[in-house]
């Protein structure tokens, strides 16, 4: 007969087996799935053959073929690209737009190790002064040293900083720019490539029109919309490859540049912002990004590019240069001309500056010669130079007139705030999470395997108890007249052992894949595609589902190992309840990677409250031996909740006799009553309990998304 420690160490012993087991097996399944995602980079094999053929479509909008840029060898495209601009028809029309700024000046609360190297200031200004113009057609390249300010400056114009105090004016197109307006007509493609790695290009584009082009267009003319798109940033060979996770697989480090460029072109936008577009590219993987550019530039929108050290074709790609130094000021703005001309003229009018050799890189050669040292060298200050400059008045001429609305126009306005209704926010999250644990294995295909497994094991264990008769079958003499106060403690340890082990690891396991998502989370609000409680809505759904299924199969397994009687109404009950409780197991993972930095923090702590949850749940210590400045945090366990629901509804309502050592016998409900705490008549609120805590924990998730934003900027 089993005493309550030797059931704690079996417990105790039980949890950390198969929380290795569960590590191994973990181990094993990415070792075996990762081969399929194919972390080789998918290298286009013939460019040209792939490319649309549509002409007809393209002629009916006033559209031309593709430029020659596109089909020439890739040393050549850049420049043939520069040399032969054509302008694209495009399916949906969308209004160019001029951005103009001023004076502008950005700063950030002082560091705290700065403030202790004796610096007395409150802030530390990051700009200082900065000025210009970017205007529909034309590719500008915001190029300085580490340090200059050309990221800084790109947030601040895509109101993309979450931090941070600015100073100036930025209009668009004559209008003072609207933050919530202009996320709708304006793309921004961060270094950093992010996307959601189980779904496919082709899906990650039609997700993006989706959210982002206006609810009056057809589902025939988006799809049109994204196909043209695809042709124009050559990613029609890449059109059902998984996203994948960078350096582990799926994209190669080019294509994902190119879907991160395609994912903000299918939301039509007019302005688009790129930072470090062929940042850790080699020249080949470079060449095809820039073409891309290129040609999205040639469809008349306004774009903006952040580059650091470009080579010389690259660099003579672009057709006008904002030049920042060191502490965030502007030393030169305007066209470079051909072959930079215009920018070496400059800063060779210069006296003291060394003159270019033949054949030098331009880009090279210009911030060679703008360095501080130089600077120091001549004792002069190139930002000073600039605005005393006839470039600088020209420029000011041109921001002063960009900054004027045109007669008869209007300032951008839309009657929404998003593109799309809350529902079919809903329904867009909900599909693209859908393929998205659809096609993540590892994560769900090892958890239904987990339940199988620790199911069976379960049953295996009891089935042998039973064969030796050490196990009585005490479920069925709960329906005979006598059975044993060990019976009833044996059962609840089973029902504690069973919730415990798979509730922990679905905790546990889904603490990554949220972390991931909330990554693409970040990028998708920022862009204004959604609000976050459809976000949050869909992966809860879409893990409650997942979790039912789990759920299903354990409870079937489960219930016929213990020996309940085959009744609808008790086995209902016995769903409900490990239903909710691995729902809430799982929200609760959810919503500590929702209220922390990482998901490592969210182990840690999620660690610490699960032992909490473990040590009050009223099986290691009954609720009524619980020292009474302690129960009110039995109260607060969900676990407890859970057990005592199972132990309730499957035998809280018998009247047959418990045998007690050293008592009278007493019934079965009476003895829960006394000695656990148990009431047959409170169970309807051991149900409302289980949806409180699921709502609590979905609730805070939710709020967390909203509210709270550790993406720092």
Request: aromatic letters at 14%; hydrophobic letters at 45%; glycine letters at 6%.
């Amino acid at each position: 007969m089993f005493t309550e420690e030797y059931w704690y160490w079996i417990c105790i012993g039980a949890l950390l087996g198969f929380s290795l087991l569960f590590n191994i097996l973990f181990i094993a399944a990415l070792t075996y799935l990762n081969p399929f995602g194919d972390s080789k980079s998918i290298i286009l094999e013939d460019d040209d053959k792939h490319r649309s053929k549509n002409q007809s479509m393209l002629d009916i909008m006033g559209g031309t073929e593709m430029s020659s840029a596109s089909t020439a060898p890739l040393s050549e495209g850049i420049d043939m690209a520069v040399k032969k601009p054509t302008k694209r028809g495009m399916v949906l029309h969308f209004q160019p737009l001029s951005l103009a700024f001023d004076h502008v000046n950005y700063y950030v609360d002082m560091p705290a190790e700065m403030k202790s190297q004796g610096i007395e200031e409150d802030r530390l200004q990051l700009l200082r002064d900065v000025s210009g113009a970017f205007r529909p057609g034309i590719l500008t390249a915001l190029v300085g040293v580490s340090g200059a300010g050309k990221t800084t400056l790109m947030d601040v114009l895509a109101g993309r900083k979450t931090s941070g105090y600015i100073e100036g004016s930025i209009s668009i197109s004559g209008y003072p720019k609207n933050q919530a307006t202009f996320a709708r007509v304006s793309g921004y493609c961060e270094q950093n490539d992010i996307h959601s790695p189980n779904v496919t290009v082709y899906e990650s584009l039609l997700y993006s029109a989706w959210m982002r082009l206006a609810k009056e267009i057809t589902k025939e003319t988006r799809q049109m919309f994204v196909e043209e798109v695809m042709d124009l940033v050559e990613l029609h060979p890449l059109r059902n490859s998984l996203v994948g996770l960078p350096g582990i697989n799926g994209l190669s480090t080019e294509q994902r540049k190119r879907l991160t460029v395609a994912v903000e072109l299918v939301a039509n936008p007019s302005i688009i912002f790129m930072d470090e577009p062929t940042s850790g590219l080699d020249a080949r993987a470079a060449a095809i990004v820039m073409r891309t550019v290129r040609n999205t530039v040639d469809t008349g929108r306004t774009l903006v590019c952040t580059i650091h050290q470009p080579s010389i074709d690259i660099f003579e790609a672009f057709d006008e240069l904002l030049l920042m130094k060191r502490g965030g000021q502007v030393i030169y703005a305007g066209p470079l001309g051909r072959c930079s001309q215009s920018l070496i003229e400059y800063f060779e009018a210069i006296p003291g500056i060394t003159k270019i050799r033949e054949g030098y890189n331009p880009a090279t050669w210009m911030l060679e010669v703008s360095s501080p040292t130089v600077e120091a060298q001549l004792n002069v200050d190139f930002a000073d130079i600039y605005q005393k400059s006839e470039l600088y008045k020209k420029n000011h001429e041109l921001i002063e007139e960009l900054s004027t609305p045109v007669p008869g126009s209007k300032d951008l306005h839309f009657p929404t705030k998003y593109s799309q209704s809350f529902l079919t926010q809903c329904k867009a999250c909900f599909w693209k999470q859908h393929w998205s644990y659809w096609r993540n294995p590892p994560y769900n295909a090892i958890r239904l395997f987990l339940t199988i497994v620790v199911g069976t094991l379960f049953w295996t264990y009891f089935l042998e108890q039973r064969r030796k008769n050490m196990f009585l079958n005490f479920i069925g003499k709960f329906y005979l007249n006598r059975h044993k106060e060990q019976d009833l403690l044996n059962l609840m340890g089973a029902m504690y052992s069973a919730i415990m082990f798979l509730g922990a690891t679905n905790t546990a396991s889904v603490q990554p894949v949220v972390a991931i998502e909330r990554t693409v989370f970040y990028r998708e609000r920022a862009a204004g595609m959604y609000s976050a409680l459809p976000y949050a809505f869909a992966q809860v759904a879409i893990e409650t589902i997942y979790v039912a299924v789990q759920t299903l199969m354990y409870s079937l397994i489960l219930y016929s190992m213990i020996g309940f009687p085959w009744r609808v109404d008790k086995f209902f009950w016995f769903y409900y309840f490990i239903l909710m409780c691995f729902i809430y197991f799982t929200l609760y993972g959810m919503m500590l990677v929702a209220l922390t930095p990482g998901h490592q923090i969210a182990a840690i702590v999620m660690s610490f409250f699960l032992s909490f949850w473990n040590l009050f749940s009223g099986f290691l210590i009954p609720r009524m031996q619980i020292p009474i400045w302690w129960r009110w945090y039995y109260w607060g366990s969900p676990v407890a909740w859970t057990i005592y629901g199972l132990v309730t509804s499957q035998v809280g309502d018998k009247t047959s006799l418990v045998e007690v050592p050293g008592q009278d016998h007493m019934s079965v409900q009476t003895y829960l009553k006394r000695r656990l705490g148990f009431e047959y008549d409170f169970l309807g609120a051991v149900v409302v309990a289980h949806i409180g805590f699921v709502l609590l924990f979905l609730f805070v998730f939710a709020y967390s998304i909203k509210f709270l934003n550790f993406q720092r900027r």
